[in-house]
């Protein structure tokens, strides 16, 4: 059985993002990373969540597409991205992207469609293959409870990117791994090649500002 994720929606919401951002949970080595991005027509963000307009700051996406699970996450994005006005951590991201009010009001507004789907069953989405040149994921592959799990929900993942797409992503070590996969370089490495992906980044960072994770993963790389 898939690990849960940390916290059910609201808890998260409340949580993680909404208040002072905080730093030393590896979320400003994740947004560093996804400055490095080129600009992207159609953007997919698996197990989004709530929370792909804190990641979008960071990037240049045209057309974002949120999958998750949980419509009640995606209920949040939408009502989100509709008011248009960045909350505590946000604000931030802002700030340290050298970005203003438009430019968030300008990101909701990429906001194009959510989707429910379920990301970890090594099956096909329900979208096209070759439909997005950007795929990120935060915090979704790191419930796979092992590393075959792992490998088949990344293929399955990455199977609506176009070639010479990109993908980002990051996936937090918990304290208690208990039921959860174990994160390293050769898992990563592997499942890259298992997808005619060339990785430029796989590093582990670690993180001291939470009790429940001691280190993130963090990766880039790019489709054949
Ligand atoms: C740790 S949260 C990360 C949320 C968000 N990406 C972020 O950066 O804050 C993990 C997310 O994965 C979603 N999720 C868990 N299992 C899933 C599954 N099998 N398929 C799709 N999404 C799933 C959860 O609903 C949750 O939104």
């Given amino acids: 059985m898939t690990p849960r994720t940390i916290a059910d929606a609201d808890r998260y919401w409340e949580n993680y993002y909404s208040s002072e951002f905080i730093f030393g949970l590896g979320t400003e080595h994740i947004l560093a990373t996804l400055q490095q991005l080129p600009p992207a027509q159609t953007w997919l963000d698996l197990g989004s969540g709530s929370e792909s307009l804190l990641w979008s700051i960071a990037l240049d996406a045209r057309r974002l597409i949120a999958v998750d699970l949980d419509h009640h996450r995606l209920n949040l994005l939408r009502d989100y991205a509709a008011a248009r006005t960045p909350r505590g951590a946000y604000q931030t991201v802002l700030d340290l992207c050298g970005l203003g009010q438009s430019d968030f009001a300008q990101r909701c507004g990429s906001l194009a469609v959510t989707v429910i789907a379920d990301c970890l069953i090594g099956r096909p989405l329900p979208l096209q293959a070759g439909c997005a040149d950007l795929i990120t994921q935060f915090g979704l592959l790191g419930l796979a409870s092992g590393p075959d799990q792992?490998?088949?929900?990344?293929?399955?993942?990455?199977?609506?990117?176009?070639?010479?797409?990109?993908?980002?992503?990051?996936?937090?070590?918990?304290?208690?791994?208990?039921?959860?996969?174990?994160?390293?370089?050769?898992?990563?490495?592997?499942?890259?090649?298992?997808s005619r992906m060339t990785p430029l980044l796989i590093r582990c960072v670690p993180i001291g500002a939470d009790p429940n994770f001691d280190s993130v993963w963090i990766y880039l790389g790019r489709k054949a």
């Fill in 150 to 194: 792992f490998r088949a929900s990344w293929a399955a993942c990455h199977h609506p990117l176009t070639a010479g797409g990109w993908v980002a992503g990051a996936n937090w070590n918990a304290t208690n791994r208990t039921g959860r996969v174990r994160l390293s370089e050769e898992l990563y490495t592997c499942a890259f090649a298992g």
